[in-house]
């Protein structure tokens, strides 16, 4: 379970950075192609030329980078982590609703405006 789990993070990450990879060389060809007011033929090329770099650094930046970030042990550790937070978070707020109970206060009064 917690294997597909862990893939499928790395997935979601994996894509992730690889669609803001490709938006910034994508923005950055057009804006040369803009300033610089190339022809059809070198549009064209400054087209290829960020794909082939897109290419480039996802299979030999993003992947690697993402593949030492999110091991099965760092992936386990924090989400381990982040539920204990999430079982205080929802232990604490429930011990306030009840003091604010047994003290006959109305709970939802606090956030009502005036």
């Not at 789990?5 to 994996?14: D, E, G, K, L, P």
């Not at 803001?20 to 040369?32: K, R």
């Not at 299979?59 to 989400?79: C, M, N």
């Not at 937070?85 to 604490?92: D, H, V």
Request: glycine share 4%.
């Amino acid at each position: 379970m917690s294997s597909r789990r862990n893939y499928f993070i790395r997935t979601v990450a994996s894509v992730t950075g690889d669609l803001a990879a490709g938006l910034a060389l994508a923005a950055a060809c057009t804006w040369v192609i803009q300033v610089a007011a190339l022809g059809v033929f070198l549009s064209f090329l400054l087209w290829l030329l960020g794909l082939i770099a897109w290419l480039a650094l996802s299979q030999y930046t993003i992947h690697p980078v993402i593949a030492a970030l999110l091991s099965d042990r760092k992936l386990d550790q924090g989400l381990a982590i982040s539920a204990e937070a999430l079982s205080t978070t929802a232990f604490l707020a429930t011990a306030l609703w009840d003091s604010l109970l047994q003290h006959s206060m109305d709970p939802r009064a606090i956030f009502k405006k005036a």
